[in-house]
């Protein structure tokens, strides 16, 4: 599956920054010890193309929704690994139900897209920016990263045909134990609104 638009960390831009002064492996060791995870974004990514390839090949098929009937009322997640470094979710959406501006707190995070197509509306500083990443796609996210996540209008993704189900497959490291929610101020600046507590994938499935 192909990468697109992966985004560098400020301890990556660090590192690229420094890497003409150091030797790489005194750069990559000052790095890793800045994360909260030994594992980095292509790790995640990685791990995220593995587990569509093994959700395609139905070796999740017994966690899947019975009889193949998938949620069209509200967000489906099932956990297809979990261990202390990272989880990974399987995630079904639907239309017109986001999960609001958020982060993923101390976590890194990546996906791949499965199936459809997803919007992902993300704060650049100043913004909104809107991107749309459809099957075969991947985004990575560093610590920081607000984003709010959308199913897209098939017009909207150029596609043909229902998009029924959309499905990703998301990594988290270490697994997401709490995220924070925001709001674009009247001055174009972004607010925290709430933080909670929380084991969900892309926040609480809705």
């Known amino acids: 599956m192909r990468s697109s638009l992966l985004s560098l960390s400020v301890d990556d831009a660090a590192h690229a920054r420094g890497a003409s002064r150091l030797l790489p492996e005194v ?3 000052a790095t890793a010890s800045a994360l909260p995870t030994r594992l ?5 990514l990685r791990l995220t193309d593995e587990g569509a390839e093994d959700v395609l090949a139905g070796r999740y098929d017994h966690l899947l929704p019975p009889d193949g009937l998938w949620p069209t009322e509200k ?6 690994i979990a261990d202390e470094e990272v989880d990974l979710w399987l995630i079904s959406w639907v239309p017109e139900k986001s999960t609001e501006l958020h982060d993923h707190a101390g976590s890194l995070g990546a996906l791949t897209v499965l199936s459809g197509a ?4 993300r704060w650049n500083g100043t913004e909104l920016r809107r991107r749309t990443l459809a099957a075969g796609d ?3 996210f560093p610590l920081g990263w607000v984003h709010d996540v959308v ?3 098939a017009e909207e993704a150029g596609l043909v045909g229902p998009l029924d189900p959309t499905l990703s497959v998301h990594a988290y490291s270490p697994p997401l134990t709490a995220m924070s ?14 933080s909670v507590l929380t084991d969900q994938p892309e926040g609480e499935l809705e």
């Open 138 to 140: 991947q985004a990575s």
């Open 151 to 153: 199913r897209a209008p």
């Open 27 to 29: 750069t990559e060791r």
């Open 118 to 121: 997803l919007n992902e509306f």
């Open 75 to 80: 967000r489906w997640a099932a956990r297809l």
């Open 181 to 194: 929610y925001y709001e674009v101020t009247g001055h174009g600046t972004l607010r925290r609104t709430r």
């Open 40 to 44: 980095r974004p292509a790790d995640l």
